[in-house]
Nanobody, 120 residues
Framework: QVQLVESGGGFMQAGGSLRLSCAAS????????MGWYRQAPGKQRELVAV???????NYADSVKGRFTISRDNTKNTMYLQMNSLKPEDTAIYYC??????????????WGQGTQVTVSS
């Protein structure tokens, strides 16, 4: 079994910073791409940022220059440093990972989500 657990969400005033973490555990052989997504009330889930196993990154235009995605492959953990937060960043943030388990199966796994609320 595989689990992705997010942490670090919370309440912040506009202009502040938060750091999210996503720890993957279980019968993992290797992890390929990892990503952060978010879903605001009444809206569809959207991509925030992705990072490959080699460290290449891609960001949504709305967060470029403010958010930084990173990962520690030795800990199977991914991070999202969020600076200059805006009220429109308010959402539930989910992490996902494309990974291979010990039985050689590739699948995409999702975390349970962590709430980020930014006040104006």
């Amino acid at each position: 079994q595989v689990q992705l657990v997010e942490s670090g969400g919370g309440f912040m005033q506009a202009g502040g910073s938060l750091r999210l973490s996503c720890a993957a555990s279980g019968t993992i052989f290797t992890i390929n791409n990892m990503g952060w997504y978010r879903q605001a009330p009444g809206k569809q889930r959207e991509l925030v940022a992705v990072i490959t196993s080699g460290g290449s990154t891609n960001y949504a235009d709305s967060v470029k220059g403010r958010f930084t995605i990173s990962r520690d492959n030795t800990k199977n953990t991914m991070y999202l440093q969020m600076n200059s937060l805006k009220p429109e960043d308010t959402a539930i943030y989910y992490c996902n990972a494309h990974l291979r388990t010990l039985d050689s199966r590739w699948n995409i796994y999702w975390g349970q989500g962590t709430q980020v609320t930014v006040s104006s």
